[in-house]
């Protein structure tokens, strides 16, 4: 069994216990394209079977979040399941939060949060925030295509709509938002509504699954990929699956490569007019 299931993902859930989940109904190696803290909701593309070779493929792609930032407080964690370090700011008006959103899209270097996955000389920045221990994390180069102001959900809360590529953290978002604003603000809610091709309302919840219905929420493989197709010759066939390479028309490029009976068999590469299968996905 392979391919993907678009879960939509409930807060205070892990991403891996979701994993784990799928696995057992599964009984395949599975795995997440992309990780969803406990806090938050969403979409979360859950691989199964040869898919999960195409993480690397699924980083690149752009992604939609609906935020909550809650402004006059600042925590360790950057969100409000960390501890309050400072408290008592003002909190903006929607004017003066529209007039700094240009500042905050576009290619920038944003600096990740030290409870974050990031690696510091082999150790989990948020196990090192955990021990106490004082650390710099160097910032990285992040694509914000755009940041929406979508209304005022509370006396200090704020809503937004962002689109982002690969890396970026909105918790950091926000921090950046309230230093902008000379004030201080952190994520109190966040969903994601998109990543890459999986949309929230093509969704299932975790919980609605079952070892009788799961099979029919498994999206083939080959439709999540947006990329050209190839299709082998019977002769073909007998090279490229064997390892060889022939030689093709195609112009250079990664290409979903069917065999000559049409069955998806995975991806493969075009260089210099010579085809050759790179990832077995079927």
């Known amino acids: 069994m392979t391919g993907f299931i678009n879960i939509n993902k409930s807060v205070g859930v892990s991403s891996a216990k979701v994993v ?11 795995g997440h394209m992309g990780t969803l803290d406990p806090l938050a909701s969403g979409v979360l593309p859950v691989a199964i079977g040869n898919a999960t070779r195409l993480f690397e ?9 609906v935020a909550t930032f809650r402004f006059g ?18 909190i903006p008006s929607e004017e003066e939060i529209l007039s700094v959103l240009p500042s905050l899209c576009g290619e920038i270097l944003q600096t990740p949060p030290n409870y974050s996955a990031k690696n510091i000389n082999g150790v989990k920045g948020y196990v090192l925030a955990r021990r106490g221990v004082e650390f710099t994390i160097p910032p990285k180069k992040v694509c914000i295509d755009g940041i929406k102001l979508l209304g005022k959900v509370s006396d200090d809360g704020y809503s937004f709509e962002i689109a982002c590529g690969a ?24 969903k994601r509504t998109v990543s890459g091709v999986f949309r929230i309302e093509d969704s299932v919840k975790c919980e609605e699954l079952t070892a009788e219905n799961i099979y029919g929420h498994v999206i083939p493989t080959d439709e999540v990929l947006q990329l050209p197709s190839v299709y082998c010759s019977p002769s073909e066939d007998k090279k490229l699956f064997n390892g060889l390479s022939v030689r093709t028309e195609k112009a250079d490029g990664t290409y979903k490569i069917y065999n000559s009976a049409g069955a998806f068999y995975g991806l493969a590469e075009v260089e210099n007019s010579i085809l050759k299968v790179r990832t077995k996905l079927c």
């Open 20 to 30: 784990a989940a799928v696995k057992r109904l599964t009984g395949c190696p599975c």
């Open 57 to 65: 493929y699924f980083l690149q792609k752009k992604k939609v979040y």
């Open 73 to 90: 407080i600042e925590t360790d964690t950057l969100d409000t399941e960390g501890e309050v370090i400072k408290s008592g700011g003002r």
């Open 167 to 190: 890396g970026t953290y909105i918790r950091a978002i926000a921090r950046d938002m309230g230093k902008a604003l000379s004030t201080c603000a952190v994520m109190s809610a966040l």
